[in-house]
T-cell receptor, first 112, second 112 residues
Framework: EDKVVQSPLSLVVHEGDTVTLNCSYE??????LLWYKQEKKAPTFLFMLTSSGIEKKSGRLSSILDKKELFSILNITATQTGDSAIYLCAPISNFGNEKLTFGTGTRLTIIP | GAGVSQSPSNKVTEKGKDVELRCDPI?????LYWYRQSLGQGLEFLIYFQGNSAPDKSGLPSDRFSAERTGGSVSTLTIQRTQQEDSAVYLCASSPYWGEQYFGPGTRLTVT
């Protein structure tokens, strides 16, 4: 059975701090891993990681994948209150149906 | 361009009634997914459509749930004889073929 574990479950930091969110996974026929930010209802796409060791960056956010150790991290530097959200990771299995398996997410709260 | 749209945005129904939730994917996207998110839970996969292939229904929680996708575009998720445990946010997502999924705003279903 596919499994995704995110840690920590919840994180509260002050504005300006740097945070690292973790995602470990076990999926059959892994293809890629996606990171999403969820505020209110619908998740918004952040990154898709397919190759190991190649960092993807978007502003203050960056992410990297380790396919040998089966994990990914999402870093946010100089956090802002607008970064408060649930961050979800989801590996895609190349199993003919491209199904995502979501972790329960990390709830990040940034205190002004 | 237009994103994924869902309707209604909110639905309150009495226990035992049937409901239909609609999803309009991004034009040209061949893959369409339904998820639900119960309070405090992670995203739960329900069903996946890819082009003209038979849908992957492995996530549907019971036979009260069904979905169809007409003409490879619009999809309807139907829940028959609703129960209180069906209360959740139902999210639809579409994808060009595989990879990042673009989520709609969701339908919040409340069963009283």
């Amino acid at each position: 059975e596919d499994k995704v574990v995110q840690s920590p479950l919840s994180l509260v930091v002050h504005e300006g701090d740097t945070v690292t969110l973790n995602c470990s996974y076990e999926v059959t026929n892994f293809r890629s891993l996606l990171w999403y930010k969820q505020e209110k209802k619908a998740p918004t796409f952040l990154f898709m990681l397919t190759s190991s060791g190649i960092e993807k960056k978007s502003g203050r956010l960056s992410s990297i994948l380790d396919k040998k150790e089966l994990f990914s991290i999402l870093n946010i530097t100089a956090t802002q209150t607008g970064d408060s959200a649930i961050y979800l990771c989801a590996p895609i299995s190349n199993f003919g149906n491209e199904k995502l398996t979501f972790g329960t997410g990390t709830r990040l709260t940034i205190i002004p | 361009g237009a994103g994924v749209s869902q309707s209604p945005s909110n639905k309150v129904t009495e226990k035992g009634k049937d409901v239909e939730l609609r999803c309009d994917p991004i034009s040209g996207h061949t893959a369409l997914y339904w998820y639900r998110q119960s309070l405090g839970q992670g995203l739960e996969f329900l069903i996946y459509f890819q082009g003209n292939s038979a849908p992957d229904k492995s996530g549907l929680p019971s036979d009260r749930f069904s979905a169809e996708r007409t003409g490879g575009s619009v999809s309807t998720l139907t829940i028959q004889r609703t129960q209180q445990e069906d209360s959740a946010v139902y999210l639809c997502a579409s994808s060009p073929y595989w990879g990042e999924q673009y989520f709609g705003p969701g339908t919040r279903l409340t069963v009283t």
